[in-house]
């Protein structure tokens, strides 16, 4: 049976797309399926950011044919993990929740490692370098996930 990840941002034009590539790259296709959402439908249908797709081609990963959609009710059947990437948009994910096992389900991508924060910072209004940034986090909590999942399919 395939383990199901879904990774949600505020818009899925940057963080949560970069997270659901890297994602991807780090697990075997056949054991994980990983798709991203957003908590708001601003985007709906478009592509991730350039800036998100120039830095995960940079290290040989190709997001461009991603499209945003918005998160919605039935992820939580859906998903069997949900890693979202700041507070804010934890506790509206939390919010829609409708049963403890559905809450359980939910955590900040960055609960994952240890690098002295617990969100990974939205880089739309910055410049190259937040992406580059937020690329290094998103890929630290990924090879975590990917451990993680590897072990609930006796590969690890």
Do not use: W
Request: hydrophobic residues 35%.
């Amino acid at each position: 049976m395939k383990t199901k990840v879904l990774m949600v941002c505020l818009g899925n034009i940057c963080r949560s797309p970069l997270a659901e590539g890297i994602l991807k790259s780090k697990v075997n296709s056949e054991d994980v399926f990983v798709d991203s959402a957003g908590t708001a439908g601003y985007h709906i249908g478009n592509p991730p950011d350039p800036r998100s797709i120039s830095v995960a081609g940079k290290y040989g990963i190709d997001i461009s044919t991603q499209k945003c959609r918005k998160f919605s009710l039935n992820d939580f059947k859906e998903f069997d993990f949900i890693y979202v990437m700041d507070q804010n948009n934890f506790m509206d994910i939390l919010s829609l929740a409708e049963s403890e096992n559905e809450k359980q389900k939910v955590s900040l991508l960055l609960n994952e490692v240890n690098l002295g924060v617990k969100e990974v910072p939205d880089p739309y209004y910055g410049g190259d370098d937040g992406f580059e940034n937020v690329f290094e986090m998103i890929d630290l909590a990924c090879e975590a996930i990917a451990t993680k999942i590897s072990h609930i399919h006796g590969r690890g």
